[in-house]
């Protein structure tokens, strides 16, 4: 007998507009399995699923393959998931708009060409054409936003410092009018978007970072009609500033991944006007140390990440890593934990980490929220070990 709530593959597929054949071929490929499947093999689906499948069919709309879609969802419809799905689907849709934006304006100004020089700049042209073909690039965009937005709401649903990591580090910059500033590796600019209400009139902020994709959201966040902001691409290893540009240097949470921290040192030191400051952050070697004991109860196969990034650059090592190039070196901590009571916001931070849990977690998804449910029942305890670096020049 047909419960309530629950829909026949037929009738899933009515309410959503697409063919039975559809629904069945994503059911074969485990992308969107039923949530009940009974002893017959009646298969029947939900509420949930529909909003599951509204995921499926806008990343299929914007040109990703099902592989893709497959490794970029999660079978799971709590509100904190969709909630940041949906925002992220939005993103993307921004971007196609851009892209495509684009492309119409070199079709535009090819029919120029022809029309007054008859001729046609077809390098251009082509280079530009190509823009309709970058699904990878935007795979990859779209997990990183994913990744950081997980990271970021787990801190700030629950960290006990109150004032915020991101106001911390603005506080300690101490900013004044007409400062020069250098964000390296800038990410979406949630430092900035944070502390907007605070930044005097007239200061000049260069944000950059290597990815063309976090660059834009930056952009995008603060928007362009802010004067004090410009946005330039490129490798901190090579800043292409002149000398004694700027008064402050910022790199927050980077020079673990870069892998050439003294280049980067050199290059922040020759930007640097004298007397000028560089603030750097990172972690400590027993930052969010639970997670990685959590996962490793579950499947001691898991590796959250193959890097240690304290280890490249962490509070343990960083004063000698950056003493040669700076006259003086100090340390401040930011004194936090997390106390977690809900399950969902670790689970996505889980799986944004940079590690193999993906490739043993989402065949078993059920298995693992049950899993981290029970750990949070009781409030889940995660230490955190963060800090800068203030270098002066």
Same mark, same amino acid.
């Given at each position: 007998?047909?419960?309530?709530?629950?829909?026949?593959?037929?009738?899933?597929?009515?309410?959503?507009?697409?063919?039975?054949?559809?629904?069945?071929? =994503?059911?074969?490929?485990?992308?969107?399995?039923?949530?009940?499947?009974? *002893?017959?093999?009646?298969?029947?689906?939900?509420?949930?699923?529909?909003?599951?499948?509204? @995921?499926?069919?806008?990343?299929? =709309?914007?040109?990703?393959?099902? *592989?893709?879609?497959?490794?970029?969802?999660?079978?799971?419809?709590?509100?904190?998931?969709?909630?940041?799905?949906?925002?992220?689907?939005?993103?993307?849709?921004?971007?196609?708009?851009?892209?495509?934006?684009?492309?119409?304006?070199?079709? @535009?100004?090819?029919?120029?060409?022809? +029309?007054?020089?008859?001729?046609?700049?077809?390098?251009?042209?082509?280079?530009?054409?190509?823009?309709?073909?970058?699904?990878?690039?935007? $795979?990859?965009?779209?997990?990183?936003?994913?990744?950081?937005?997980?990271?970021?709401?787990?801190?700030?649903?629950?960290?006990?410092?109150?004032?915020?990591?991101?106001?911390?580090?603005?506080?300690?910059?101490?900013?004044?009018?007409?400062?020069?500033?250098?964000?390296?590796?800038? #990410?979406?600019?949630?430092?900035?978007?944070?502390?907007?209400?605070?930044? &005097?009139?007239?200061?000049?902020?260069?944000?950059?970072?290597?990815?063309?994709?976090?660059?834009?959201?930056?952009?995008?966040? /603060?928007?362009?009609?802010?004067?004090?902001?410009?946005?330039?691409?490129?490798?901190?290893?090579?800043?292409?500033?002149?000398?004694? !540009?700027?008064?402050?240097?910022?790199?927050?949470?980077?020079?673990?991944?870069?892998?050439?921290? &003294?280049?980067?040192? +050199? *290059?922040?030191?020759?930007?640097? $006007?004298? #007397?000028?400051?560089?603030?750097?952050?990172?972690?400590?070697?027993?930052?969010?140390?639970?997670?990685?004991?959590?996962? +490793?109860?579950?499947?001691?196969?898991?590796?959250?990440?193959?890097?240690?990034?304290?280890?490249?650059? #962490?509070?343990?090592?960083?004063?000698?890593?950056?003493?040669?190039?700076?006259?003086?070196?100090?340390?401040?901590?930011?004194?936090? !934990?997390?106390?977690?009571?809900?399950?969902?916001?670790?689970?996505?931070?889980?799986? !944004?980490?940079?590690?193999?849990?993906?490739?043993?977690?989402?065949?078993?998804?059920?298995?693992?929220?049950?899993?981290?449910?029970? +750990?949070?029942?009781?409030?889940?305890? /995660?230490?955190? *070990?963060?800090?800068?670096?203030?270098?002066?020049?």
């Amino acid at each position: 007998m047909k419960k309530t709530g629950y829909y026949s593959s037929g009738e899933f597929a009515r309410m959503a507009h697409v063919t039975l054949r559809t629904i069945r071929y =994503y059911d074969k490929q485990n992308i969107l399995t039923p949530t009940l499947v009974t *002893e017959s093999g009646a298969r029947f689906y939900t509420d949930e699923d529909l909003a599951r499948l509204q @995921q499926i069919l806008l990343l299929k =709309y914007l040109g990703f393959s099902l *592989e893709d879609i497959k490794e970029m969802t999660i079978n799971d419809t709590d509100y904190h998931f969709m909630s940041n799905s949906l925002n992220l689907q939005l993103k993307l849709i921004r971007d196609r708009i851009e892209q495509m934006q684009l492309v119409e304006k070199a079709i @535009q100004d090819t029919c120029t060409a022809i +029309q007054t020089e008859h001729s046609i700049d077809w390098s251009n042209m082509l280079q530009l054409i190509h823009l309709t073909g970058m699904e990878k690039s935007m $795979k990859n965009q779209y997990q990183n936003a994913s990744n950081i937005s997980a990271r970021i709401n787990l801190h700030s649903l629950y960290s006990q410092n109150k004032q915020g990591w991101f106001p911390w580090v603005y506080e300690q910059c101490h900013i004044k009018s007409g400062m020069k500033i250098l964000e390296i590796g800038c #990410g979406d600019g949630t430092l900035w978007t944070s502390n907007l209400s605070l930044l &005097p009139k007239h200061v000049t902020i260069s944000l950059s970072d290597l990815s063309d994709g976090m660059l834009r959201d930056a952009r995008r966040t /603060i928007g362009t009609e802010d004067t004090r902001f410009s946005f330039q691409q490129f490798d901190c290893t090579q800043i292409p500033y002149d000398s004694e !540009s700027f008064d402050l240097v910022i790199a927050n949470h980077l020079l673990f991944y870069c892998e050439n921290i &003294p280049q980067v040192c +050199q *290059e922040v030191q020759r930007v640097l $006007k004298a #007397g000028g400051q560089f603030l750097c952050s990172t972690y400590g070697k027993n930052h969010m140390v639970e997670v990685n004991q959590l996962v +490793q109860r579950f499947d001691d196969r898991i590796v959250l990440s193959a890097d240690k990034l304290y280890e490249s650059f #962490g509070l343990e090592n960083g004063m000698g890593l950056l003493a040669p190039y700076f006259s003086e070196v100090t340390c401040k901590t930011y004194e936090d !934990s997390l106390l977690v009571p809900d399950c969902e916001p670790l689970i996505s931070y889980i799986l !944004s980490c940079h590690g193999n849990q993906n490739q043993y977690l989402l065949d078993h998804y059920k298995d693992f929220r049950s899993f981290v449910k029970k +750990q949070t029942d009781t409030v889940f305890h /995660i230490t955190k *070990e963060a800090g800068i670096f203030l270098c002066k020049k």
